[in-house]
């Protein structure tokens, strides 16, 4: 393929895009679950944007480097593309060579004890594995490994001549820190233009919120529908999904709105049937971050099926946003930065202070009758693991059972899925619960 | 020129005498509770060996190891990792990578042309892939080291053993026999495992052959064969016992010592 | 290479490192002084000082266990907040009469909101915002930081800090930074006077008691130290780099093995005196904000710097004829493992050997550490 011989960079992103074109015609394409159906025309959003990117490269068009939290509809708005330079972690569940490249990633001397995804996205940078944009938006936030990957980009060879942009975090939630991220924002923009040449219309930037407005209230619609006993949906759709169309490949789009309205009328139809993922809803449960997504069929299914849990809510489903304030310029970069800052999920955890570890729990076990609180314990979440005493205590003042892992979201094989399976059993007998 | 290298390891000890650049005897004991113990009953027979009658007889002595500073009769102690190496390339002038397995750590040395150590990786923090985790699972299966061995060279079909602590190794490895598989099989996956672990730490430095086995479990062919698939290369076999290899590096850095000048390889010189 | 310097106030400086409260410290408790503890090098000292109180920089010196503190961390967080927040939980940090966090790291920006839940009886905690990047809207966003916290400390200590005492406070500080540097000087030599290990002591003890007294022995110090020789006998010189190192017995271990300490890039060592607080600007509190987000060598916490880590790092090197780095960091803190990582390629292109080491907060398995110092130093051929 002549493409991959001027662009050796592009080698694992476009084996991404044939492994879920191949995921989407051999299996999703075949079923005729609605759940499924939706899910199709969730690849066929991640496919629109792979090929977008790949044509950028192939007929050297703009595109970006960046991230899901830093306002992407900002570059809906722009008709920019975008990719994440980690996103294979994210979407490790069906690449088959994940393994070979976490064990790369630790021989290049990274160790064994920071964040995977991180690990790996260093190592796609480093082996030039990463597609080179015309201009990186560099990620600071939430944790230590944002800022040290893009350390590392920042320094590679292939990318040091890239022009790189990294708006700046404030640790705290208040009017102050809005108006300093917003100003980030702004100034993030007018690099972008600078860069790739093109310009953002203000009004294209409305009409792209309103959308993207349509998408959050559906959103949390369907949110009220996972309320139901029993929840119309567990881990086989909802979180991931939704994050992945308002957030990564949809946002702002008016195929997003479409997506959501169609999601909104399955969960409906479930909850009028009082069905769900499982014959008998015995557990429901929140998984308190990203779903393990490098071994994700050789668990999530059992919990279903072995113990009737079902995942109501995960770290990503999460719903805390206000709409967007699209009636005057000033107020939609506020409204931009806060979603951005103070609600996007991971971000609003993880970046400040421990409150919202605290606050989510709070809610979400009470507005979705949660069972059980699991903190799974990814290895690379440092500043979640020194906040299980809150957690902990928070879930006892709930009268909530809590259980803390410590896996792997992305390496089986640092905490087995057997030994998670254990662990989860012991847990669920000792609390009577199942 | 008599000289003498003393190598005090946590499992064993060894012991190699030196005359005028070629060995003339070598002795390997287990490890007592104290090292000093340890160092002179294996330098004692190892003069024995050598018909010497004491240890002043010899020139200089270099200890190494893991009890190295506990070698009271040693002029001077330089670590494992530097003897090691030196050893393994004069007994195989054409060694560049030297992975020695001890009884509880195992490291990875990449040398330049004349056995300078350039750069070098260790593990030890955990017992998978050093001896300990090998004593360990022969206990487990109640095969002894030597059917270790035997065992994984007939495995066909490895088992994959996920665990990457050694203590849910054993575990893993319990519960695969009693699910009935094949002890071979069992064998073959455990030691793919650790030649997984081994492989990861060469490639930290970089593999460039000659790659060779030092320490006790060199001498399990059914780990040299693991690693040689794992790495691609042929792991090449010393001429002699591996487990001196550390002895070896001691004696000849007491040569330099002596003759002040470095000690030209004279491959495997027994006299 | 025993520590050689016999000298009265060597000592108090050494028994400042072993212990938190030290007597030059109890005597200012005594005294009805105030103490506010810190946990991070970029927290402003100066505003401390200014509010007439004694700024201690947070360690876990002579923590055994983390028994407490286990059920508010995990097994993957970093030693040292969970010793120092082991401390705070059985009421060792109650001669503290504040405690100021910063966010700078995922391991001990935590310690904030567990003291603040649990450790009851603290008079003061607050939290402060440290920018990632080091340009201009960041300097105008620390110096507001800064701002914000002048007026906490007043609010709560009663104490009103005008531009003036600060600035006293900072021509102090600035003080303090001047003599620690002239300490370093005299390590350029061949056979430097000061081990290592012994001037680790002394940076540690500044960060525990007055700044006047401090300077005042660290001059008494330097007298006695003037036109002094070490014994000599190290193989090599040996620059270490790395994060919160507060323990001179791990410099020991290292110099145990002939690897003489001559300079460093640490946070009780040059980062924090390399370079002085601008006293030129008429706005001090914009001058404390330059310093400690822009001006001062900055550690990996900070974004796009790592080019000037680096070129910190090799000339340091050559101006102190260093053989070789060591780079310690402690198990589990991501940012000095990918500068290490980075630093390396970086050295190696330079032709600089380099050692790197992962360590525990409390020093132990000292036979590890050994074995690869000796073979580091036996593979640079000494």
């Known amino acids: 393929m002549a493409l991959i011989d001027k662009h050796p960079e592009l080698a694992r992103y476009l084996s991404e895009f044939e492994w879920f074109k191949f995921l989407r015609e051999q299996t999703l394409a075949l079923s005729e679950i609605p759940e499924m159906q939706l899910q199709v025309k969730t690849i066929d959003s991640l496919l629109k944007m792979y090929s977008r990117i790949i044509d950028a490269v192939e007929n050297d068009k703009p595109f970006l480097a960046s991230y899901y939290c830093l306002a992407p509809e900002i570059y809906t708005a722009m008709d920019l593309p975008y990719y994440m330079v980690m996103q294979t972690p994210f979407l490790a569940s069906s690449v088959p060579y994940l393994l070979q490249d976490i064990d790369a990633a630790e021989e290049m001397g990274l160790g064994n004890d920071l964040c995977t995804a991180i690990r790996l996205a260093i190592y796609y940078v480093e082996a030039n594995l990463s597609p080179l944009p015309t201009c990186a938006l560099n990620l600071l936030y939430p944790c230590d490994g944002a800022p040290l990957l893009h350390e590392v980009l920042k320094r590679n060879e292939r990318w040091r001549n890239i022009p790189m942009f990294a708006p700046d975090p404030p640790y705290y939630a208040d009017e102050r820190s809005l108006e300093y991220f917003a100003g980030e924002l702004r100034r993030m923009v007018k690099f972008i233009e600078k860069h790739t040449g093109k310009k953002l219309d203000l009004d294209e930037l409305k009409k792209t919120l309103d959308n993207s407005n349509e998408m959050y209230r559906l959103w949390d619609e369907y949110n009220q529908l996972r309320r139901n006993v029993p929840s119309p949906h567990g881990w086989g759709i909802g979180g991931p999904q939704c994050f992945s169309q308002a957030w990564v490949y949809e946002a702002g789009t008016l195929q997003g709105v479409e997506w959501f309205r169609k999601l909104v009328e399955i969960a409906e139809l479930n909850v009028k049937n009082g069905v769900g993922p499982v014959p008998e809803e015995k557990i429901r449960l929140f998984w308190f971050d990203l779903l393990p997504f490098g071994w994700v069929f050789e668990f999530l299914p059992w919990l279903e099926s072995e113990w009737g849990a079902v995942m109501v809510m995960d770290m990503f489903a999460n719903f805390p946003y206000t709409m967007i304030d699209t009636s005057s310029e000033e107020q939609m970069w506020l409204g931009l930065a806060k979603r951005n800052l103070f609600d996007s999920p991971m971000v609003r955890q993880a970046r400040g202070v421990a409150d919202n570890f605290a606050n989510d729990i709070k809610r979400i076990v009470k507005d979705y009758k949660i069972d059980v609180v699991i903190w799974p314990g990814h290895m690379g979440h440092k500043d979640g693991s020194a906040t299980v005493g809150i957690m902990r205590e928070t879930c006892r003042d709930l009268n909530v059972p809590f259980i803390h892992l410590g896996l792997d979201l992305f390496d089986k094989r640092y905490s087995t899925p057997d030994q998670i399976k254990d662990k989860i059993s012991q847990f669920f007998r000792a609390m009577g619960l199942g | ?271 | 290479m025993e520590a050689k310097i016999k000298s009265k106030v060597f000592e108090q400086f050494s028994k400042a490192s072993k212990t938190l409260l030290n007597p030059v410290l109890r005597n200012w408790k005594d005294q009805g002084g105030k103490i506010v503890g810190y946990f991070c090098s970029t927290v402003p000292e100066e505003v401390i000082t200014a509010a007439g109180l004694v700024p201690f920089r947070m360690r876990a010196t002579g923590s055994t266990s983390t028994e407490e503190s286990d059920a508010y961390y995990s097994s993957i967080n970093c030693s040292f907040p969970r010793h120092c927040f082991n401390l705070a939980l059985i009421g060792e940090f109650k001669f503290l009469d504040g405690v100021i966090c910063v966010n700078s790291c995922d391991h001990v920006r935590r310690i904030y909101d567990n003291w603040k839940r649990f450790v009851p009886g603290i008079p003061f905690i607050e939290v402060m915002s440290l920018p990632r990047k080091t340009e201009a809207a960041q300097v105008a966003w620390y110096r507001d930081e800064i701002n914000l916290l002048k007026g906490k400390l007043e609010k709560h200590f009663g104490v009103k800090i005008s531009n003036e005492t600060l600035r006293k406070a900072i021509k102090l500080h600035n003080e303090t930074r001047r003599l620690q540097k002239k300490l370093y000087e005299l390590r350029k030599q061949e056979e430097p006077p000061i081990t290592g290990a012994e001037t680790l002591a002394v940076m540690v003890a500044g960060t525990a008691m007055p700044k006047g007294q401090y300077n005042e022995m660290l001059r008494e110090l330097l007298n006695e130290l003037r036109g002094k020789s070490g014994p000599g006998g190290h193989r090599a010189r040996i620059m270490l780099v790395g994060g919160i190192l507060d323990d001179p017995e791990y410099i020991k271990v290292i110099e145990d093995q002939g690897g003489l300490v001559v300079t460093d890039s640490l946070c009780f060592g040059t980062r924090i005196m390399w370079v002085e607080v601008d006293e030129s600007l008429t706005d001090p509190v914009e001058a404390l904000a330059r310093y400690y987000v822009s001006e001062r060598p900055s550690c990996p916490r900070f974004y796009g710097e790592h080019d000037n880590r680096a070129k910190y790092v090799i000339d340091m090197c050559r101006e102190f004829k260093c053989d070789g780095v060591i780079g310690e960091r402690l198990m589990f803190c991501d940012s000095w493992l990918v500068e290490h990582y980075m630093l390396g390629q970086d050295l190696k292109a330079a032709g600089i050997p380099m050692l790197k080491l992962d360590r525990e907060y409390i020093t132990g398995a000292v036979g590890q550490l050994r074995t690869r110092v000796q073979a580091f130093l036996e593979t640079m051929g000494r």
């Open chain 2, 1 to 271: 020129m008599l000289v003498g290298g003393c190598d005090v390891g946590s499992a064993t000890g060894k012991a190699v005498v030196m005359k005028d650049g070629g060995i003339i005897s070598w002795e390997i004991i287990p490890s007592t509770t104290k090292p000093e113990v340890t160092a002179r009953t294996v330098m004692n027979k190892a003069l024995e060996k050598a018909g010497l009658s004491s240890i002043t007889d010899l020139d200089y002595i270099v200890g190494t190891g893991y009890g190295r500073l506990k070698v009271p009769f040693a002029n001077e102690n330089i670590s494992e990792i530097t003897c090691h190496a030196k050893g393994a390339q004069w007994l195989l002038p054409t060694v560049r990578t030297v992975v020695d397995i001890g009884g509880q750590d195992c490291k990875v040395m990449s040398l330049g042309e004349n056995g300078k150590v350039l750069e070098f990786v260790m593990n030890d923090r955990c017992a998978a892939g050093t001896g300990r985790f090998f004593e360990a699972m022969a206990r487990v299966l109640d095969c002894g080291l030597q059917g270790l061995s035997e065992l994984s060279l007939q495995g066909r079909n490895p088992a994959t053993i996920s665990s990457q602590c050694s203590v849910f190794a054993e575990s893993e490895v319990i519960t695969l026999v009693n699910e009935g598989m094949d002890l071979a099989d069992i064998v073959a996956g455990l030691h793919a495992s650790i030649a997984s672990r081994l492989n990861s730490m060469v490639r930290k430095i970089g593999l460039v052959e000659d790659v060779v086995l030092t320490g006790g479990c060199a001498k399990n062919d059914g780990l040299a064969k693991a690693l040689e698939d794992k790495l691609g290369v042929a792991v090449k076999k010393l001429p002699l016992d591996p487990q001196i290899a550390g002895a070896i590096g001691a004696a000849l850095i007491a040569a330099e010592r002596v003759s002040k000048r470095p000690v030209k390889a004279v491959p495997g010189k027994e006299v």
